[in-house]
């Protein structure tokens, strides 16, 4: 079973600064990794998959970089609709979520 | 993009079943695989069980393995989840999720807003 290791568990920062989030491996994923967004009392929508590939509507302020075991979701300058939780989530075997990452003000 | 519309949560006794459905719109359903995927209040997003277009490919977290059955209906464009011996431990928020590929598992781009399913005596 791959464990996703999400850090720091809560970042706290200010609209307009860059945000870095971590996703760790237990073991290599290759770059089968995505990540979401999930606001309080929303489902979580889609941001980046296979590592580093916006989905469809994602603004370019978000990024996603790594390979292996090591990932890194960056927001480049916090909007105020962007703090939230985060989630990676790998598909190198079936699919499982981290443990979030909660971006506040 | 699509929508999806759960029904079917409700509170239920230790030990019961449980039948969970998802009702697809505004894409190809037969097209691609479907999840579902539970979150208890407060805590993370918890993957539960994963069925391909052609439901030739299923697979289960470990945790329902045995007491949970995913199926889809492409006639009635619709993703089901019946729950059996249910434990307190199931209670959660259960999503209906739209992968992005029809055969193998990826990622989820289109989501419900979910139905609760609460467990209890």
């Known amino acids: 079973e791959i464990v996703l290791t999400q850090s720091p568990a809560t970042l706290s920062l200010s609209p307009g600064e860059r945000a870095t989030l971590s996703c760790r491996a237990s073991?290599?994923?290759?770059?089968?990794l995505g990540w979401y967004q999930q606001k309080p009392g929303q489902a979580p929508r889609l941001l980046i998959y296979?590592?580093?590939n916006r989905a469809t509507g994602i603004p370019a302020r978000f990024s996603g970089s790594g390979s292996g075991t090591d990932f890194t979701l960056t927001i480049s300058s916090l909007e105020s609709e962007d703090f939230a939780v985060y989630y990676c989530q790998q598909r190198s075997t079936w699919p499982a979520f981290g443990g979030g990452t909660r971006v506040e003000i | 993009e699509g929508q999806l519309v759960e029904s079917g949560g409700g509170l239920v006794q230790p030990g019961r079943s449980l039948k969970l459905s998802c009702a697809a719109s505004g894409f190809t359903f037969d097209n691609y695989a479907m999840h579902w995927v539970r979150q208890v209040p407060g805590k993370g997003l918890e993957w539960v069980s994963g069925i391909s277009w052609n439901s030739d490919s299923i697979e289960y977290a470990s945790s329902v393995k045995g007491r949970f059955t995913i199926s889809r209906d492409s006639a009635k464009n619709s993703l089901y989840l019946q729950m059996n011996s249910l434990r307190t431990e199931d209670t959660a928020l259960y999503y209906c999720?739209?992968?992005?590929?029809?055969?193998?598992?990826?990622?989820?781009?289109?989501w419900g807003k979910g139905t609760t399913v609460i467990v209890s005596s």
């Open positions: 073991q290599s994923v290759s770059n089968y």
């Open positions: 296979d590592a580093s």
């Open positions: 999720a739209k992968d992005i590929s029809g055969l193998f598992f990826q990622y989820m781009d289109v």
